[in-house]
């Protein structure tokens, strides 16, 4: 408390007016003993009253604080006798405002208070923050009947400021109650427990309001009223300013702000953020960057120094100017090139400026005969970039004039002359006994800005003798129903004494299956023609510098059957109509066993003639299916029109997605051919924007699955490719892949099924393999398989063929390898056989055995690949016949030359499908634990410290309690567990039995570290 003097002296008067009162003494015995006027506790009001000045929240606005006024308030009290304001000075002699009312001793009070008219100041939710005391009704003399511990706070909206409002006018806020009320023995005491209460009034209207206190009885003492309003004060963020705004009138509101970029800064997206009723800033969209030539720095934008540049607002810093540039410049957006480098319009402004290359080195050249071979190392300077390529010039020189012209038009160049990539080229089709120079110029991307910079190195040499030239004088001879002959004469340039001549035929537009006849005469009987078929020839000669090239080409036409003989006419109609079944039966037959009209055949032909039948390069044998590689055609387009059909995309109806491919979506719908019935089909479609290589790549999966023909090889329907997008359309397997079926069907099937399933499967690989084909990526993920859980093979993207020796190995060229389904041999040597496949097949049986467990579990590859190289192999699934476990491991034999053949495989599972009772003995797959333990001590250390907590690590822990009250208190018994085990413990389900013992031996296989041989 205050003593005497300005610091202690009070005045006390009506509220809105009236003569000063005189001076009280405000001491405590005087604060209590007066409670028919005005309570005199006020001195100690005040005092509380200055503890609380306290500053104000910087995202609230203050309207109107009694606490900070300096003159009077003007608030007007009605009756006049009822408030009373109670004026104080601080220690700075600021004022303090108090009002009080204490008319407890009398009946039927209604003291009001009204403060002056309050602006809004725009705000449209305002808050009232009210401190105030009052006293404890029961602490009065008598405990009086009329005392309240109430009082009540209205508002009135008004546009203007006055004070002729009728009571009935205002609108109640709220009804305010203290939280702490004071007694007689707190004034003892000292000790003033102030009550603080905030209440919100909105949405508001009107330009201002006034605040009115309704009093019906009670002893209070309001110490102070603070109106204020909320913002989102202003605020810098992401470079981008945003204003002070006032929040919404609902308190869930949130108001979208815009902001403005600093100096120097730019924007993509607008920036904003929205303000919160509670004045928070939130929800930040969009921002602001540091334009070209400036960096952020300190929440500002920065000017770039000399020497540094920033290209592009979306840089975060500047950067110190790349090698072979400078910048003397502020604010700079890119470096200048150094005296003789350069910088290309598409090279980003952060790689460094360059020269062009110089010359290659040791070039060097081999002749043979009119072909020129040339291979070089790459230049020791390449400029600084990646893109050096090669262009050769071709000059013809005159040995005795000394001068040299260019070759001329003639001349190839294999794979080409400009832009070329590695360090070798050849020259065909040179003339003979010619001077010629080569010369060989590096280039890079910036040599075209350097004129005059040209780095070349040369090469002089002299072809040999030449091959001949065409055969340009064909002529025919006899023609009959099967049979052309043909003369020619001697190439004018014969260049050579002539060894022998190559005779290509076909039948018209049938280009890719033509047949070779050699002969040394200039004469040839082409024998085994079609009638009525026009037939196209090419003939070439070989001398020893080798074979010219082929004659332009020459039609002849074989003669109808019946305008074969004049004696036609005389055999009987019967005996004609006979002839032509047969021929026609014959022709059947022959195209039922050719395949694809390919075989290779010794027809009668002179002693000095060979004849060869080929398809796109391939020579066949008679009745033998085999692969042709798509990568052997010199146009991949040509493979995908051999073995595909192109069907209309009108044909096709897209129903919905339901995948991704590597190229682009997978969709399923419905196929209709004319005259045909409608098919469901999967659709694979190439995505948007490919480029040319991902065209091929992806019809190349088409040009393989056309060649193949089997019920367990997924069947390809056609392709689309004169229309956009590109698709492959293959017949539709409902259930999808194998893998994901299995897990998805958990224990639903029978042994008899599961083997059924692998049956197909080892079928359609048996008929790749008789194919002379390696898929290299067996695995259930790549099995499709449809309703009636038939599986087929897809997926074909790894897959490459066999050379003509069946033990042939493919190597691959890099690329990744599924580690855990391939064989060691295949990781190691990266040799693919019929063999390597096999021992894939093997993890497939052991996938489906298991419904689709990841094989070796979460085992890296390097610990896979250690295991099985030492021995390791994947132990027996649960309840998997001791049959088809054998069968698994034989499929692991580390000898590939010990691991059946797919035709022996499909014989044994034929076999326990005919004898299901050989499919009963199952393995015992505890058999082995003792044996482990034994070598690797306890399998529960460094696991899991107890039983609950591995049960409770594979979801299973409602089985603790049973574990435990059975004895199985610790991992070592638990390693003892068995299948019967489980289901006498009281584990019934199949998918927890199968979960606790797949567990268990997961933790052996993490024990042993796969390094325990079998």
Not at 23 to 30: E, I, K, M, R, V
Request: net charge neutral; glycine share 8%.
């Amino acid at each position: 408390m205050r003593g005497s003097g300005p610091r202690g002296a009070g005045r006390r008067r009506p509220a809105g007016g009236g003569d000063d009162l005189p001076s009280t003494p405000a001491s405590l015995a005087g604060c209590y003993s007066a409670p028919r006027r005005a309570p005199l506790w006020t001195c100690l009001l005040l005092c509380a009253a200055l503890r609380t000045l306290l500053a104000s929240p910087s995202n609230e606005v203050n309207l109107l604080d009694s606490r900070t006024v300096m003159g009077d308030l003007g608030w007007i009290a009605f009756p006049k006798n009822g408030w009373e304001e109670i004026g104080e000075v601080d220690e700075n002699y600021a004022p303090i405002h108090t009002y009080q009312v204490c008319k407890v001793m009398e009946q039927n009070q209604n003291n009001w208070l009204l403060t002056s008219w309050i602006s809004n100041e725009g705000a449209s939710r305002i808050f009232i923050e009210l401190k105030f005391t009052l006293r404890d009704c029961n602490s009065l003399p008598g405990g009086l009947g009329t005392c309240k511990e109430t009082f009540n706070m209205y508002y009135f909206e008004s546009d203007e400021n006055g004070r002729n409002i009728k009571e009935n006018q205002y609108i109640k806020i709220d009804t305010i109650a203290a939280d702490e009320s004071f007694t007689e023995l707190d004034l003892g005491d000292r000790v003033m427990k102030l009550n603080t209460e905030v209440r919100d009034v909105g949405p508001l209207s009107k330009k201002g309001f006034y605040l009115a206190f309704q009093d019906v009885g009670a002893c209070i003492a309001l110490v102070s009223v603070r109106v204020y309003y909320k913002k989102c004060p202003s605020v810098v963020r992401h470079l981008a300013v945003f204003p002070d705004t006032i929040t919404g009138a609902d308190s869930s509101q949130l108001l979208e702000v815009s902001g403005s970029c600093v100096n120097h800064s730019v924007t993509d997206e607008p920036p904003k953020m929205h303000c919160s009723a509670e004045g928070e800033w939130l929800v930040p969209i969009g921002k602001c960057m540091c334009k070209a030539g400036y960096e952020e720095e300190n929440g500002t934008c920065q000017v770039c120094r000399p020497g540094f540049f920033k290209a592009s607002p979306h840089s975060q810093s500047c950067s110190k100017c790349p090698p072979h540039s400078y910048t003397h410049e502020e604010a700079s957006t890119s470096c200048v090139c150094e005296k003789d480098y350069f910088r290309r319009e598409s090279d980003p402004p952060t790689m460094a400026c360059t020269r062009p290359p110089s010359a290659p080195r040791n070039a060097i050249s081999n002749v043979n005969e009119t072909s020129v071979f040339l291979e070089w190392i790459p230049p020791a300077d390449t400029g600084g970039r990646k893109d050096v390529s090669y262009y050769i010039a071709c000059k013809k020189c005159n040995s005795h004039a000394g001068v040299c012209d260019e070759c001329g038009g003639h001349v190839r160049y294999l794979p080409q002359q400009i832009g070329l990539k590695n360090t070798s080229v050849m020259m065909v089709d040179l003339l003979a006994h010619t001077n010629y120079t080569f010369e060989i110029e590096a280039v890079n991307g910036v040599s075209d800005l350097s004129p005059g910079a040209r780095q070349y190195v040369s090469v002089n040499v002299t072809t040999n003798q030449a091959a001949p030239s065409p055969v340009t004088n064909v002529k025919k001879g006899k023609i009959a129903k099967n049979s052309i002959s043909l003369s020619w004469q001697e190439p004018d340039r014969p260049n050579g004494i002539i060894l022998e001549y190559e005779i290509k035929y076909f039948e018209k537009d049938q280009e890719t299956s033509y047949t070779i006849i050699k002969s040394k005469e200039t004469t040839i009987t082409a024998e085994g023609l079609k009638p009525a078929s026009v037939y196209v020839f090419q003939i070439r000669a070989r001398t020893a510098a080798g074979y010219g090239v082929f004659s332009r080409r020459f039609e002849f036409e074989t003669i109808p059957v019946f305008a074969a003989s004049s004696d036609q006419s005389q055999i009987p109609i019967i005996a004609v109509s006979v002839t032509v079944g047969v021929i026609l039966l014959a022709v059947v037959i022959g195209f039922l066993l050719s395949g694809r009209r390919c075989g290779y055949s010794k027809a009668k032909q002179d002693p000095e003639e060979e004849k060869m039948h080929f398809h796109n390069g391939h020579i066949k044998l008679p009745g033998v299916r085999t692969y042709i590689d798509p990568h052997t055609y010199e146009d991949p387009n040509q493979a995908v029109h051999e073995f595909a059909k192109e069907i209309e995309a009108s044909c096709i109806t897209i129903e919905r997605v339901i995948g991704a491919g590597e190229f682009g979506e997978v969709c399923s719908g419905r196929l209709k051919l004319p005259g045909k019935r409608e098919l469901p089909v999967a659709i694979k479609t190439l995505k948007v924007g490919y480029t040319e290589k991902q065209r091929r790549d992806f019809l190349g999966e088409a040009s393989i699955m056309g060649q193949f023909d089997h019920p367990n090889i997924i069947h390809l329907e056609g392709v689309v490719t004169k229309s956009k997008p590109v698709m492959i359309v293959t017949e539709y397997m409902e259930n999808g892949s194998l893998d994901t079926f299995l897990k998805k069907n958990d224990g639903q099937f029978t042994v008899i099924q599961l083997v059924g399933m692998l049956r197909g499967i080892a079928a359609g690989m048996k008929y790749l393999s008789d194919m002379g084909y390696v898929h290299r990526d067996l695995a259930a993920r790549n099995i499709l398989i449809n309703s009636n859980l038939v599986c087929k093979v897809s997926d074909f993207g790894l897959s490459r063929v066999l050379e003509d020796d069946p033990e042939a190995a493919y190597t691959t060229r890099g690329g990744k390898i599924p580690i855990r389904w391939t064989a060691p041999e295949a990781i190691a040597f990266r040799k693919f056989t019929s063999a390597s496949d096999v021992w894939s097949y093997g993890i497939v049986m052991w996938e489906v055995v298991s419904y689709g467990e990841r094989p070796y579990w979460e085992m890296t590859n390097q610990d896979v690949i250690k295991a099985v190289e030492e021995g390791y192999r994947l132990p027996s699934p649960m309840d998997c016949p001791a049959a088809l476990y054998q069968l698994m491991l034989d499929c692991w034999q580390k000898d590939r030359n010990s691991r059946p053949k797919f035709d022996e495989i499909v014989n044994m599972l034929d076999k326990l499908i005919r004898n299901p009772s050989s499919l009963k003995t199952l393995v015992n797959a505890s058999s082995r634990v003792p044996n482990l333990l034994a070598e690797h001590g306890s399998l529960g250390s460094g696991a899991y410290r107890s039983v609950g907590e591995w049960l409770e690590a594979i979801k299973m822990g409602r089985y603790t309690e049973i574990f435990m009250e059975n004895g199985y208190s610790s991992m070592d018994a638990v390693a003892q567990v068995t299948l019967e085990d489980l289901r006498r413990l009281g584990v019934t389900l199949v998918g927890h039995q199968k979960k606790i013992m797949n567990s268990l031996q997961e933790m052996k296989v993490q024990l042993v570290n796969g390094m325990v041989p079998l």
